[in-house]
Structures are given as C-alpha cells and as structure tokens.
C-alpha cells in the first residue's frame, strides 16, 4: 500500500495574504460523471464530539462535558473566580485537523480567550489569541496546522460586565488525510474485458477510458485488491469453471493491469476454489486430502510461489491478505460437521473428499464452555487455523517482505466481543508461531454488519487494544437504487445516486476519524459489479458510465477549509459591522489567506428588536454565515 505523507508544516509558520483573484481557488473541470446527482462536499468531523473524547476543567469539572455535547444550550461553568481552563482530549493524535469552533454562553459579552494545541498535554501552541479583543463576539471559528494533535485547551483570560465565564461548545474538525488509501476489489475487471467505460461516454470529451480501471483511477481510485481462487469452481457442483477468472494465471493479467496505471495493487488470498467469507470456507479442492503438515506446507508454497510470479512480471503486491472474512477460520475440513456449514453445495455433497481430513475451521459453539472436552476441542482448532496462517503470513515475508500483511473478519451486527476474542486468540498464538500481520481489516456492509455508529466503536476499540497495527475496511458498498429508495438495515442513508455517495463517505470518515491515524484505508467492494456506482448506456452496446456517486473518491478530501462562521453583536436599531474578507486555510502547504466575502442584504427592521439573526455571504471557496447577536439597551438578547 501506497502512503503519501502531508506536509507537516508548523503553526508558527502560517503566513496571512490576501487574495486578489477568486481563480486562485478555481479548481480544475475534468469530464464529470453524469449519470444521477450526488452533492459531494468535502469530509469534515467533529472530533470533539465522539464518544472517546472527553474534556476536564479547572474549575466546575461536572460540566465539563457539556461544552463537548453537540448541544449549544447547554455550557460548562468556572466555579471560581480564578480557574478558567477547559481542556479537550479527544483520544488520541490526529494529523489533519485545520478547525476549531468555539460557542460562548452570553450573546452581546466580550469573550477574551486563548486556544493552543498539544500532542501530550505538556507541551503547547498557540493556535488562536484573543486575550486582547475588545469586540462583542459569542463566537469564532479558528484556523490552525497542527499534525500530531491530541489535546484542545482554551482558557477564558476575561469577560465583559455580568456574563459568567463558561463555554457552550468548542468543536476540533479532522478533515480527510493524503495518506488515507481510498480504493476498491476490482476482481471482476477480469470478467468485463469486452465493456468499454467511460467517465462521459455521450460527451464530445469523454473522459478516461475505454478500460474500467482508467475510469476508477480517474475518479480517485488509487488501490485495487485482487482475490485469487487456486482452481476456479463452479459453486453448486464444484467443477472447474470453463474459463478460470480470478484465478492465478488472469490474475497475473489483471496485476499488471492495475500497475501500469501505477495503482497500488492488493492480493487476497481465499485459500479455497470458490467464494470464502463467514458462512462457507472450502478448501481447495487440491488440498483437500492432505494430511495437516501437507496442507500447512501447500500453503506456504502457493503463496510464496504466487507472489514471486507477481514480483518476476514488475507487480509487486503493496499488501497481501491472509485469507478472506476469517472470522470463523479458513479451508474447512473434518471439523464442518460441528460447526455446522451448509454451503457450498459441492463442499457438502463431496463430503468424502472435502471434510476427509483436519483443517482450520473454528469451534465457536466451544467458546467459554467449562466443559473439558469442549475447551480441548476450541483451543485445538484454533491451534490448527493459525498454524496454516502463520504458514501464508510467513510465505509473505519470505517471498515479498515489501508487502504488508492483512488479516480480514467481520464485526456481525451486536458480535463485536466475538470479534475481539477471534483477535486475542489469533494475535497471541501466530506471534507465539513467530509471525504478526501488519493489518486489521474488517468489512463493513449495514445490512449485516450495523449502523454506521457501531462501525466507529468497532474500529475504535480495535485501535485502542490493537494500538501497534493499521486498521483498513477492506469492504463496503451501498447500493443506489432498489427498495423504493428507502435505506438499506441499520443505515440512514436512502438507495439513491445521492445516499449511495453519503454512505460510501460515511464509512471513509470512519476509517480517518480513528484515534492515531491508524485507520488506513477503505475498499469499495466490486463497485462496477455489486451495489453497482456503473449502469449501462441506453442505445449504447457495451458501453458503460459511473453515477455521480463515484466522484466520492475525488470530492471528499477538502482543498480549502474556510472560516465559516462568523459571530458579532450588534445594538437594537444599529447595523452591524460585518468583516470583508474572511480567512481560508490552504491544506496543501498550511498556509492562511483571506477571501473577500459578499453579503446579503440585512433583512429590513432585522435588528428592531434583541434576538438573532443570520445572514449568508459568497466567497470563492464556499458559503459563510453570519451569526449576529441584537442586544437590548438592558444587553440582553431574546431569540
């Protein structure tokens, strides 16, 4: 896997221009996918707001909290006088958040204010100092580069007249990183070498293509995965398919492929003749009769013979996954009666031949049993599986020490204790055998796997116990259309060209919200073949366009991050002042500009009375509002 660092480039040197012309921040109008309409707007999160983050305070500790809950109403107060320091640990590093957003409680107070940053809560920067304003403000957005970022720590310097020293909100947006590999498993490019795609097949300009993967790496694609079946079978009566795509030898075609787009390149090994995931995972029909040792051996030698093929032909794998979806093991044998698979049918109906012999499927019925046989039973199993998965980890390293290693399983709606058993056990006995991966992956589906909030505790608490590995989603998918439109199990999002995109970034800001960086990467699942982002072309034989969704890949990483609030006070009957220009942060070099702003017009007798009011304004890089305070002669506000 490819990783491309950001610049670090300090606080300090920030620089402050102007910008005299609105094409400094024009960006580039590459022929557009055009089927459907997705509005796809950078990703932003509030970090502060996850349920890992948590805030302390000098003073009035048992309101802390409310100044991270989502909740302008509610605030944290000092107790004293004297303590005015509130300090938000959001859990770990972050390397790309640009914006912090700050609420106080009274409308019409001056606030006077300083916000630094730290990475272990010792050392500081100054990220904004507002000790000396003089300006009624309830509020301020604040721009800052700071990589390696943990800690938030405002401290109130002072208030004007009667308000009390407390703070409503204070908000720390990640953004999504460089590095973040976002990709797809194209295994099926292999079954569409008679389609053409194209970006905009009906335009004069039609974009990239006639290939699907020059439209996938067109669209921001940067990494493929590639399964590899050892002998391709059909799955209801388990002969060899007529023409063995992703197998080994097309496979070799469909790697060179993606390298010469200079795409990263994954290998998955399924160990198995057809599919492998939860529910079926038959051993090659090859290896079915071995006796354990030999099988431990097969697996080794297809492995580190594959990938020097790989290696010999100039397509170096950048990570290798050990297995598909193994969170019940992998290559079934004599164990598939207890654990009771039904599938595939061929596996089932040549049980003489398949499950004849041991192999690395797990005895989860056995978990936590007290019974002496039935733990024996467990804890040989396991035994038997990370045996064969030290063997492919250690075939990796001997024959490709490039690339990394992946493990891939599954969290099952409400089973993440199943899954953090399945890595102690497997963590713990393959490093005993003198092998670690360097990955943990699941995949991510909401229909089986739930909400989208379940998938960032899932991830979290992977990250947190697993602190020294990467952490990937190695697949996910959504659908746009189907069901009415109405939205898959366990997901907000609607079956629309539009849902489609809002669900696949769902899931690339939780990979890129995990504490630490380690979140790493996010797979689309087959994006041209399952829960399609391609459809046909009317009137166009075998010709195929991206919906709008696709642009997901390009559009989610922000290029400018703007200064889009902005809070002042006024008097009643008086109008308020409202900046110019706002400030624009640039996230390739770090450094801050400022962007003229037009406003909309002031409402008439907007300000006849105390209360709130909002406004709109226009700059070259996005929309920004007006938060305006009307103040009584009393200097109170009514909203």
Do not use: C
Request: overall charge neutral; proline content about 6%; aromatic content about 10%.
């Amino acid at each position: 896997m490819r990783i491309r660092h950001p610049a670090r480039i300090a606080v300090g040197a920030i620089a402050l221009a102007t910008l005299v012309s609105t094409a400094m921040f024009a960006a580039p109008t590459p022929a557009q996918a055009i089927f459907g309409t997705a509005d796809i707007k950078p990703i932003e999160s509030n970090i502060a707001a996850k349920f890992w983050a948590s805030a302390t305070a000098s003073s009035g500790a048992s309101t802390a909290r409310l100044a991270i809950d989502g909740d302008p109403t509610t605030s944290w107060y000092a107790d004293r006088a004297s303590a005015h320091q509130l300090t938000v640990d959001l859990g770990g590093t972050y390397d790309n958040l640009r914006k912090v957003k700050v609420l106080f409680p009274d409308r019409g107070a001056v606030y006077r204010y300083v916000v630094e940053a730290s990475s272990d809560g010792q050392r500081w920067k100054t990220i904004a100092d507002r000790s000396r304003t003089r300006g009624a403000s309830r509020g301020a957005v604040h721009l800052f580069t700071r990589p390696g970022t943990r800690f938030v720590r405002l401290t109130v310097t002072g208030v004007s007249g009667r308000a009390r020293v407390g703070i409503s909100e204070i908000q720390v947006f990640n953004y999504l990183r460089d590095d973040l590999i976002l990709g797809a498993d194209q295994s099926w490019v292999d079954d569409y070498q008679a389609r053409q795609y194209w970006v905009d097949p009906l335009a004069t300009d039609r974009g990239a293509g006639p290939h699907l993967l020059d439209v996938a790496k067109d669209r921001g694609m940067e990494y493929t995965r590639l399964r590899i079946f050892n002998e391709p079978r059909n799955e209801s009566n388990g002969e060899l398919t007529s023409v063995p795509r992703q197998g080994p030898e097309r496979s070799l075609a469909s790697a060179r492929s993606i390298k010469e787009r200079d795409m990263g390149l994954g290998i998955d090994f399924h160990y198995a003749d057809s599919w492998a995931d939860p529910s079926k995972q038959p051993k090659p029909r090859a290896w079915a009769q071995l006796e354990f040792d030999d099988l431990t051996q097969a697996v080794y030698d297809f492995t580190a013979d594959y990938l020097r093929r790989l290696i010999e032909q100039g397509t170096t794998p950048d990570k290798v996954a050990v297995g598909n979806e193994i969170i019940n093991g992998f290559m079934y044998g004599d164990e598939a009666a207890l654990i009771g698979t039904t599938a595939p049918p061929y596996f089932v109906n040549q049980a003489d031949i398949y499950q004849s012999k041991p192999g690395g499927g797990l005895l989860w019925r056995y978990w936590g049993s007290t019974d002496p046989v039935e733990q024996r039973l467990y804890d040989e199993a396991w035994d038997r599986f990370t045996t064969l998965a030290a063997s492919g980890i250690r075939a990796v390293r001997d024959a490709s020490p490039q690339s990394k290693v992946e493990i891939h399983v599954i969290v099952g709606t409400n089973r993440l204790a199943k899954t953090m058993e399945f890595w102690h056990q497997y963590l713990t006995r393959v490093k005993a055998k003198g092998q670690n991966p360097d990955v943990l992956a699941i995949s991510y589906y909401p229909e089986w796997h739930g909400t989208p909030e379940a998938l960032e505790r899932n991830l979290h608490t992977m990250a947190t116990t697993y602190p020294d590995y990467e952490i990937e989603v190695a697949e996910t998918s959504y659908p746009a259309s189907g069901g009415d439109g109405s939205p898959m199990p366990n997901s907000p999002f609607p079956r629309t060209v539009q849902g489609q995109a809002d669900a696949i970034q769902r899931v690339f800001q939780a990979a890129n919200d995990v504490v630490n960086n380690q979140g790493t990467g996010v797979l689309v699942w087959e994006p041209a073949g399952w829960q399609t982002m391609f459809r046909a072309v009317p009137g166009m034989t075998n010709t195929w366009e991206p919906h709008a969704s696709i642009n997901v890949f390009n559009a989610s990483q922000a290029k400018h991050i703007v200064e889009d609030t902005v809070y002042t006070a006024t008097r009643v009957r008086t109008r308020p002042v409202l900046p110019p220009a706002v400030r624009v942060l640039t996230t390739a070099n770090g450094t801050v500009t400022t962007s003229p702003v037009r406003w909309q017009a002031l409402p008439e007798g907007a300000t006849d009375a105390p209360g709130e009011v909002r406004i709109t304004g226009t700059t070259a890089v996005g929309p920004v509002t007006a938060v305006i305070d009307v103040v009584g002669r009393d200097g109170q506000t009514r909203s």
